[in-house]
């Protein structure tokens, strides 16, 4: 399974743009604590399995982050297996978008 990666200045983009999207972050509750971004629903990787049917499965694209991307990449192929499509990995996760983005989001 191919999961596209979308960097963190096409996400800005598109969110600029009020393109339609969905954000997931699977990364702990310790981490979200930290920083997040806006409007995203956060589900820890570990709970993707239990709790993905509150994923909307539409066509909206649903893009995932964690710290570095790793984590994100795993869970949308987990999710490209059990049936979701339209998935993007948040490439560099929210580290990238500290650096490339907005450095007023908290690196840790």
């Not at 191919?2 to 600029?16: A, G, H, M, N, S």
């Not at 570990?46 to 709790?51: A, C, D, K, S, Y």
């Not at 991307?69 to 949308?76: K, V």
């Amino acid at each position: 399974m191919d999961i596209p990666q979308l960097p963190v200045t096409r996400l800005k983009q598109w969110l600029d743009d009020g393109k339609p999207v969905r954000l997931l972050d699977v990364r702990t509750d310790e981490e979200t604590q930290i920083c997040a971004l806006p409007d995203a629903l956060h589900i820890p990787m570990n709970l993707i399995p239990l709790r993905h049917n509150e994923l909307p499965d539409d066509d909206i694209p649903l893009v995932i982050y964690c710290h570095h991307g790793i984590r994100s990449l795993h869970t949308a192929m987990y999710l490209a297996d059990v049936g979701f499509d339209n998935l993007y990995n948040l490439q560099g996760g929210i580290d990238a978008w500290s650096t490339q983005v907005d450095e007023n989001v908290p690196r840790y």
